[in-house]
């Protein structure tokens, strides 16, 4: 049997319909899709933050209902708020005491220092969460979420909004978890932020998901992009125009028989590239489709 | 005693928002406002059951009152703790320094052990009705409570309920003074009054719960 970390097993709620996915320790999951898609109420049920009205999520075999499967699900949110005027070791502190709130477990100390490490946050340790940036405030989010050991990390929005280098900064942080057998279960507006990063992509559409499976797989599928002289009147079956000429996804055929249709509709082509689908081009499929 | 630690965890807010916020500062200015009152002849039981409710009042509003605090209840409750141990951790961490303050007026005014008591009492029941209020309401709503509790502390309640108008208004006057944690009920806790007493823990008790599921509802 395999030990799943965390289960979703036809969840329902409010801007959701009947999802269900499991994800293995160790895996990173990206959900993507629009606002309103249902990505942040999927994360927050698997927080145990919000009650499906069908359905069941478990973290590594609990209800996360259960007070205890907090104790293995952290979450941060898209919007990291944390109480005012405490440095980043006074939050960390603060959070860790609940995590050691049971006799024999280890000392707060030794939680915090060891999320400061995972975030990066040692260097801003001292300095109060007002005075932090974004970046460092979506630090000290993974490093909340992450604190105490726990087997699985839910992050919201964790890359949007952040410099491509404190953006490749806390992939590398998230990957480092993931690889120390962290199930981790993020969302983003931004596709292109999770190409490098998850292993698993789901894509989620008006509460459901339409497209699931693994992100190599999912950027297997390679379009012919056609240069043109002049716009043509109309494209061949199954081109669509682009502002360059044509392209057209190459599912079933070749590059020279794509071409040659081209020729056979006395099209003047200039150049021509085949290149690899991007997530964002799947998630814009997706939302075309309706 | 899991419970306990948790409740513990809260207190680390205490410190850092009495030396770093206004907090520290109000509840001086307080201290300073009720001895000068003191000095223009208000009795001594008022000014330590004032500075007792005044004190948890602004308490509640610098240690849970804020947006900011507010919001991040969120985030606390996705680690292992309970609603009803955050909002029984933030009411002990906005009671020490209303406490504090409690004791250091008795001990400037002339200390007697029932008018303490007294002041303490007032502090826990008008501190667990402020924290319900705060959070879901925030400051602003602390700040009405405190001014209520400043004018209506300082007058005799059956001067206030004839203040107002005769019929529904006046009842329902008279039903607030009577049930709310109005601080004349705690006068006679000097006295040794059982019902006094009882009064102020009832309002204790409610407000930690009031407050713990508002705390629920912020998740």
Redesign the interface.
């Known amino acids: 049997m395999t030990d799943y970390a965390l289960t979703l097993c036809d969840v329902t709620a409010r801007g959701l319909v009947g999802v269900s996915l499991a994800l293995l320790p160790g895996e990173i999951l990206g959900a993507v899709g629009p606002a309103g898609a249902g990505k942040s109420t999927l994360l927050r049920i698997a927080a145990g933050g919000l009650r499906p009205a069908a359905g069941e999520a478990r973290v590594c075999g609990m209800p996360v209902t259960e007070p205890n499967a907090r104790r293995h699900v952290g979450y941060a949110g898209d919007s990291p708020v944390f109480p005012r005027a405490l440095t980043v070791r006074e939050v960390l502190t603060y959070y860790a005491r609940l995590h050691c709130a049971s006799k024999g477990e280890r000392a707060p100390v030794g939680l915090v220092r060891e999320a400061l490490e995972l975030a990066g946050l040692t260097a801003a340790a001292d300095l109060r969460t007002e005075a932090l940036g974004r970046a460092d405030l979506h630090r000290l989010g993974l490093a909340q979420a992450a604190l105490g050991g726990r087997r699985v990390v839910l992050l919201d929005e964790m890359l949007s909004g952040l410099d491509a280098i404190a953006r490749r900064d806390l992939r590398g942080r998230i990957a480092g978890l993931a690889a120390s057998g962290v199930a981790v279960l993020m969302t983003s507006r931004d596709p292109a932020a999770l190409e490098r990063l998850a292993a698993r992509v789901l894509v989620l559409r008006q509460g459901r998901i339409v497209r699931a499976g693994p992100l190599a797989s999912l950027l297997a599928e390679r379009v012919l992009e056609v240069v043109l002289d002049a716009p043509p009147p109309e494209p061949p079956p199954g081109f669509r125009i682009t502002d360059a000429g044509l392209e057209a996804p190459l599912a079933g055929r070749t590059v020279e028989s794509a071409l040659a249709l081209c020729r056979a509709h006395r099209l003047a082509v200039r150049a021509s590239r085949v290149r690899v689908k991007s997530l964002e081009e799947i998630v814009l499929d997706t939302h075309d489709a309706r | 005693?899991?419970f306990l630690?948790?409740v513990?965890?809260e207190w680390?807010?205490v410190s850092?928002?009495l030396t770093?916020?206004r907090l520290g500062l109000s509840l001086l200015s307080l201290g300073a406002a009720l001895l000068w009152l003191h000095g223009r002849g208000l009795d001594p039981l008022t000014v330590v059951l004032q500075a007792g409710a005044l004190g948890s009042i602004i308490g509640a509003s610098g240690l849970a009152g804020?947006e900011?605090?507010r919001?991040?209840l969120?985030?606390?409750?996705?680690?292992?703790?309970?609603p009803l141990a955050v909002a029984t951790g933030r009411w002990l961490a906005m009671m020490v320094p209303a406490v504090v303050l409690t004791i250091a007026v008795a001990a400037a005014i002339g200390w007697q052990v029932g008018m303490v008591v007294s002041g303490v009492v007032a502090a826990a029941a008008v501190g667990g009705c402020a924290l319900a209020i705060v959070i879901p309401l925030g400051t602003g709503a602390a700040w009405t409570l405190f001014l209520s509790i400043a004018v209506a502390g300082a007058i005799a309640p059956e001067r206030l309920v004839a203040l107002a108008r005769p019929g529904v208004v006046r009842v329902a006057a008279a039903s607030a003074l009577e049930l709310g944690p109005a601080l004349w009920h705690y006068r006679d806790i000097a006295l040794g009054n059982l019902g006094a007493i009882l009064h102020a823990l009832a309002w204790t008790g409610l407000g930690i719960l009031l407050a713990s599921g508002f705390v629920a509802r912020c998740?």
């Open positions: 005693m899991r630690r948790c513990h965890a680390l807010l850092s928002r770093r916020t804020s900011g605090d919001a991040a969120t985030t606390a409750l996705t680690h292992p703790t309970t998740r």
